[in-house]
């Protein structure tokens, strides 16, 4: 017994697979990043010495030498690094940049990226604040 209460819709649907055709997909012309990089520091370890400081810079063993007696105990020196410094990493937004582009609609890329940007500042307890038209760093405690 088949079921035939309903209205069939075929010869509408093959109408309209014979009149639609898809928009045209619109292209955008890529933005072109920033001239102006923001810098952004990390720490390293450095196991040299540069040679602007070498002349000037006594280097002496982190490690502490242990007697002999203490050594066939099991007692063991451990090492710590020399000295660290902060390295430099390009950001291709500024911070005026990351505000404006907090402003952007949420299908924006450009606001993705400045909410990337924001949360890596926040990570580093940094925040960014607009204080008479010019957009600062301001550390969170």
Not at 56 to 79: F, S
Not at 97 to 106: C, F, N, S
Not at 110 to 118: G, H, N, P, S, T
């Amino acid at each position: 017994m088949a079921v035939t209460n309903y209205t069939p819709i075929d010869d509408i649907i093959d109408k309209y697979k014979k009149t639609y055709t898809p928009p045209p997909i619109k292209e955008a012309e890529p933005i072109a990043p920033s001239e102006e990089e923001k810098d952004i520091k990390i720490t390293v370890e450095h196991t040299e010495l540069d040679e602007e400081v070498a002349p000037i810079v006594r280097t002496r063993k982190e490690t502490i030498e242990i007697p002999p007696d203490l050594e066939e105990l099991g007692v063991q020196a451990t090492e710590t690094s020399r000295f660290s410094d902060l390295k430099q990493i390009k950001v291709p937004l500024s911070d005026e940049e990351i505000e404006v582009g907090l402003k952007q609609p949420v299908t924006s890329s450009f606001r993705w990226l400045a909410e990337l940007a924001k949360y890596l500042l926040a990570q580093a307890h940094i925040v960014l604040k607009t204080v008479h038209g010019h957009v600062m760093r301001v550390m969170k405690s």
